[in-house]
Every structure is written in structure tokens, then in C-alpha cells.
């Protein structure tokens, strides 16, 4: 039997466990002492420049240099000429498409946002909110036209139960534009009414306001519908390997803002302070969706986003050509979607104003549908927006005794540990959650309390009564209680109020990294407390620095080359590229064992 070897790092500790004392030198090497300066506590041998070569390619592209990049640099002299030859090749290959797809796949990895959940079974993700359309078969009457996937099965046929023939027209497709598509049966109503069903009672419904749902079309360019090709309806979308299926676009456009602002030297604070975002077509849908279910009618005729020529001058991704469909293209949420307001300093305070709320400022990645559908409650964002923007640790402590826990997770029992960091980070995400389910993407709501004209209930949702006993009105029930650091507001201000729960800013009796808030409301407000804190920028920084040398800065033990590193990067204007570059041209990445 073979014997069993295993590496073991320069910890000081070989299987022990933490406090343990034992000799460095018993593990096999020696441990550099803690640094104090700029150089990380690395050992100060020069690597020869092949090795320094490789691993500018490593880190910029994610593969080793090629048999030709090789020989060019044995060809370009002495060590000096090659180190030119390396620093050339850094130049070239930061502005060249791959460096692009590494800070994408970087970004992916560290945000680590799931997909979209399903709202039932598969197909049915949900954020979509739009009625599937599928192609009448060759064989039938209306061949190649375009009918409702559920509820208008003999479209197809050409004519009605009675003997009529049924509706159709032909419409530029938002899917396609600049082609033909004929809808037929209930997709070709252009009528502003319809009839919708409740409580299996037919009612009338406005078209304009309610979408496609009953009788009602699919509205201007096929607008409230999304086609679907392929054989099983709603799997286009759906499926995390389709590229261009809306399920996972959503999913990666986080990632894909972050590398689009590396590309285009943007500051890396637009990543979570930023009105605007990047999406193809497929996925400014479901900004323009969800403005339209909250009323926004005037979206229905804007075709800004999805006719080529109206987005052919914004900065797209390297990958695709201006104008393209499918380019992750700069697009401004606010014009999408309404209720992300342009604002950056929009104040509402439940407690005391009762008028409606105009919306939440858009943050970037943290209004993303793919984040706030991805993690569904607003503990979840918010845990997880301190641990990957603020580089955040949510450990539990040991050996440690807490009063009891009665109702509130922040004050009591042993959860508020991590409650009285997580909640003032929460408190931010209040205002989206789902209702229902979905089919092939149509059906669920995404609402968003207290905005807007829609978003309101009669005071018995507070008490649970039908229809509000189910998800999210049941979950707001249990944990929005008045009195809490969730909920900081008295039981008085919410019998006068109840959608005074939803507060979701930070009170100045409280602080979020030492921060006090200055009323932003939403996903900004936290956005711009981790900025203020530092926070941020030592977490980009730290990741960027994992990135090109290969391992993380200890925050502890490593406090003054962060802080170092965190000001160059600073200086540098926040924008990622100019900064990696310095990282490759730095003593450490010219170092190694």
C-alpha cells in the first residue's frame, strides 16, 4: 500500500487546531513573519522572466503563454529586453477580448449569485412576466404563425368554436425586429379589454394595464409575449446552459457589469452606486416587465430597447458588434424600469410620509433582478452583499452566553451575534419579493410594497386573512415587527400606518460599519455605506490582488499593505485596469519560491 503525502503550507500548525504551538520547522519550511512594509512578507527571489511571463498570462487570461509567445521572448535579448517584452505583452493583452471573458469569470466566481429559483416546476423561473408564444405547426391552417402557448389551442386552426375565423396580425416581433411575425387567436387582440378570470369567474380586464392575461393581446411589437423555438415551451429561458435564455442572463449580469466596467475604465463604485447596467434585449425585458406591472403603461410603446438603431451608440462588451440583440450593451435602468429611480439621494420615511413611494434608486448589481430574485429574502441580501462587496465575515462565536430570544433576532438570544451586523444591512432590501407561481416565465408577480399605484393592500394583509396568507405577505407577518433593528419603528406608527413596516433605511440611532445613513433609501443607502466605510474599496482590492498574485491580503496581520495598495487603487481612480497593470509591474508579482 502506497504511502499517503500531503502537502502542508507554512502555517506554523500541521493537523493541529487553532492555539496549538509547534515548531515551523517541523512542517518543512519556515514561516515569513508578519509584514510591516509594502512587500507582503514574500521572499525576495527574483523569478526569471519566462516565469514572470506565465503567470501575466495566468492571471490575465486565465492560460499559459503559447509555444510562439515563448520563443518571442527568448528572441527579444537580454533580461532587460525581455522584461520590455513582458510588460509589452501586459499592455496588449489588457485591452485585448480574453482579458474581458477573466474579469467576467472572476466576477462570476466571486459573486456566486444562483440562478433565478424556480417558482414551481421546471420551466417556470418566473421573472420573465410575459405570456409564451409558440409556432403553429406546418401541418395546420395558420403554419408559421405565432399562437399562446396555454388557453388558445385551436388558434391554430384558423377558426373559432362558433365557425369565425379568428384574429391575426402582423407585427415587427421585439424578438426579432426587423422581420414579420403573424399572431393569431387571442395573441392578435389588439383591444384595450379583455376578459381574465377570478376566482373562476370571468371578469373584465384592461389590457393595457393587466398585460396578456384572458383574452387580452400581446400588446404593441408582441410586447407583454416572448417567443419560444424550440420543442418543450419555457425550456428556452429556462435552462442555465442556454447562453442567451433570460434564466441565466439574469443570473450573469452582475458579473457582466463589473467586467464591462474593467473594459471601459469605468470607477468600480458604479458596480453597487450606479443608475445604469448592461443586457442584451432578452434580458432589458424584464426591467421593461416589471415597469409595466406596476402600472407604467407608456413602456408598452417604447421600443428603445430592442430596436437596434435606437441602441447602436452604447458601449457594448468586445465580444459583440454595436447594435447587436444579444451585446451585453450600457443601458439606463431608470429608462427601463421607472421604479429604480434615476435619484440619488431619494429620502422616504413610512413613519411619517402616507403618499405613495416613487421607487428605489437603482444600485447597480444590487437592483439586478438576478441578485434580488436570486436571494429571496432580505436577510439573505443582505448577508450576502456584506460578504462579497464588504468582504464581510458572518462567523459564530463560541463560548458565549446571550439573554433570551423572544422576537427579535437582532437584540436577543444567541442569532443576534450576526443579527446586529447583518439587520442594518438587511433593512435595505425590503421592497421586492414574489407572489406566486409562474408558467414558462408568465404568471408570478414581483412585488414591490408601497410603490406606486399598484403595490398596496387593504390593512387585513396584516393579519393574514385570504388571499394574504401566503409567501411574501405571511413572511412580512412574522419578521417585520415594530420595535425591531428590522422594523425600527414604534407599534403606534404601524397601526397608523401598516406599510410602515417596510422601512428600508438605516435610523441614525443605528450604524452599518461605523456608518451613519444619510436617508437614502433601498439598495443604495447600503450601497453608499460600504463606500464610506472603506469597505468596498478594500474588498475590490483584495480580490483584484488574489486575482493577479495569486492570493488574498490578510486584513489583520497584513493591515498596512492594504491600506497601501487600497490608496493606489484610489488614486488610480478606482477603475481596475490601470491598477492591475501596476500590480504586474510590482517587486511581489516579479517574485516567487
Given at each position: 500500500?502506497?504511502?499517503?503525502?500531503?502537502?502542508?503550507?507554512?502555517?506554523?500548525?500541521?493537523?493541529?487546531?487553532?492555539?496549538?504551538?509547534?515548531?515551523?520547522?517541523?512542517?518543512?519550511?519556515?514561516?515569513?513573519?508578519?509584514?510591516?512594509?509594502?512587500?507582503?512578507?514574500?521572499?525576495?527571489?527574483?523569478?526569471?522572466?519566462?516565469?514572470?511571463?506565465?503567470?501575466?498570462s495566468l492571471a490575465l487570461r486565465g492560460t499559459p503563454p503559447t509555444d510562439d509567445e515563448y520563443a518571442a521572448l527568448e528572441a527579444a535579448g537580454d533580461a532587460t529586453a525581455q522584461q520590455a517584452y513582458v510588460d509589452a505583452f501586459v499592455d496588449q493583452t489588457l485591452h485585448d477580448p480574453v482579458f474581458y471573458r477573466t474579469m467576467f469569470e472572476q466576477a462570476r466566481d466571486w459573486f456566486n449569485i444562483p440562478l433565478v429559483p424556480s417558482t414551481a416546476d421546471a420551466p417556470e423561473y418566473g421573472v420573465q412576466q410575459q405570456r409564451a408564444l409558440m409556432p403553429c405547426p406546418a401541418s395546420s391552417?395558420?403554419?408559421?404563425?405565432?399562437?399562446?402557448?396555454?388557453?388558445?389551442?385551436?388558434?391554430?386552426?384558423?377558426?373559432?368554436?362558433?365557425?369565425t375565423p379568428v384574429a391575426e396580425i402582423s407585427i415587427e416581433p421585439w424578438w426579432a425586429p426587423g422581420t414579420t411575425a403573424r399572431l393569431v387567436g387571442l395573441a392578435a387582440n389588439v383591444a384595450n379589454t379583455g376578459v381574465g378570470s377570478e376566482n373562476g369567474n370571468p371578469v373584465p380586464v384592461d389590457c393595457v394595464k393587466s398585460g396578456p392575461v384572458g383574452t387580452c393581446g400581446c400588446g404593441p411589437n408582441g410586447i407583454s409575449c416572448h417567443a419560444d423555438y424550440q420543442q418543450y415551451t419555457g425550456f428556452e429561458d429556462y435552462l442555465p446552459y442556454a447562453e442567451q435564455g433570460q434564466r441565466r442572463l439574469v443570473s450573469e449580469e452582475p458579473a457582466r457589469l463589473y467586467a464591462h466596467l474593467v473594459w471601459h475604465d469605468r470607477p468600480m463604485t458604479d458596480l453597487i452606486l450606479g443608475s445604469y447596467s448592461v443586457g442584451p434585449s432578452n434580458l432589458q425585458a424584464a426591467y421593461v416587465m416589471q415597469g409595466l406591472a406596476g402600472g407604467m403603461s407608456d413602456l408598452r410603446t417604447d421600443d428603445s430597447w430592442w430596436r437596434p438603431e435606437r441602441f447602436s451608440s452604447a458601449p457594448v462588451d468586445p465580444l459583440h458588434s454595436p447594435g447587436d440583440p444579444k451585446a451585453w450593451r450600457e443601458f439606463q435602468v431608470p429608462a427601463r424600469n421607472p421604479f429604480l429611480l434615476a435619484d440619488r439621494d431619494y429620502r422616504y420615511d413610512p413613519r411619517s410620509v402616507t403618499t405613495p413611494m416613487r421607487g428605489i434608486p437603482a444600485a447597480g448589481m444590487l437592483t439586478t433582478a438576478g441578485f434580488l430574485s436570486g436571494y429571496p429574502r432580505e436577510r439573505v441580501r443582505g448577508a450576502r452583499a456584506l460578504e462579497t462587496l464588504a468582504c464581510e465575515v458572518l462567523a459564530p462565536p463560541m463560548g458565549q452566553k446571550f439573554n433570551e430570544y423572544r422576537r427579535d433576532p437582532g437584540s436577543e438570544g444567541p442569532c443576534q451575534h450576526c443579527?446586529?451586523?447583518?439587520?442594518?444591512?438587511?433593512?435595505?432590501?425590503?421592497?421586492?419579493?414574489?407572489?406566486?407561481?409562474?408558467?414558462?416565465?408568465?404568471?408570478?408577480?414581483?412585488?414591490?410594497?408601497?410603490?406606486?399605484?399598484?403595490?398596496?393592500?387593504?390593512?387585513?394583509?396584516?393579519?393574514?386573512?385570504?388571499?394574504?396568507?401566503?409567501?411574501?405577505?405571511?413572511?412580512?407577518?412574522?419578521?417585520?415587527?415594530?420595535?425591531?433593528?428590522?422594523?425600527?419603528?414604534?407599534?403606534?406608527?404601524?397601526?397608523?400606518?401598516?406599510?410602515?413596516?417596510?422601512?428600508?433605511?438605516?435610523?441614525?440611532?443605528?450604524?452599518?460599519?461605523?456608518?451613519?445613513?444619510?436617508?437614502?433609501?433601498?439598495?443604495?443607502?447600503?450601497?453608499?455605506?460600504?463606500?464610506?466605510?472603506?469597505?468596498?474599496?478594500?474588498c475590490v482590492v483584495r480580490h483584484l490582488h488574489a486575482q493577479v498574485l495569486g492570493r488574498d491580503i490578510d486584513p489583520a496581520t497584513e493591515a498596512g499593505y492594504l491600506d497601501t495598495e487600497v490608496s493606489r487603487y484610489i488614486a488610480g481612480g478606482r477603475k481596475v485596469r490601470p491598477y492591475i497593470k501596476s500590480l504586474t509591474q510590482s517587486e511581489l508579482f516579479r517574485r516567487g519560491r
Open positions: 500500500m502506497l504511502p499517503v503525502v500531503v502537502w502542508l503550507g507554512c502555517t506554523g500548525t500541521v493537523g493541529g487546531r487553532p492555539g496549538d504551538t509547534q515548531d515551523p520547522a517541523d512542517s518543512g519550511c519556515v514561516e515569513p513573519p508578519p509584514s510591516e512594509g509594502v512587500d507582503g512578507g514574500e521572499r525576495p527571489d527574483t523569478l526569471a522572466p519566462s516565469r514572470v511571463l506565465r503567470r501575466a391552417a395558420k403554419a408559421g404563425a405565432w399562437r399562446y402557448f396555454r388557453g388558445d389551442t385551436a388558434a391554430c386552426d384558423g377558426v373559432k368554436a362558433d365557425g443579527h446586529r451586523r447583518l439587520d442594518p444591512a438587511a433593512i435595505h432590501f425590503k421592497r421586492y419579493a414574489k407572489l406566486g407561481s409562474a408558467s414558462e416565465g408568465f404568471g408570478a408577480e414581483y412585488l414591490m410594497p408601497g410603490v406606486g399605484t399598484k403595490w398596496h393592500w387593504p390593512v387585513r394583509w396584516r393579519q393574514g386573512v385570504y388571499p394574504y396568507g401566503v409567501d411574501p405577505f405571511s413572511h412580512w407577518n412574522r419578521w417585520y415587527v415594530a420595535d425591531t433593528k428590522l422594523t425600527p419603528i414604534t407599534p403606534a406608527q404601524e397601526q397608523a400606518n401598516p406599510e410602515a413596516v417596510f422601512i428600508d433605511f438605516l435610523p441614525p440611532d443605528q450604524t452599518l460599519l461605523g456608518q451613519v445613513s444619510d436617508g437614502t433609501v433601498g439598495p443604495l443607502g447600503f450601497a453608499k455605506l460600504i463606500v464610506a466605510a472603506g469597505a468596498f474599496d478594500k
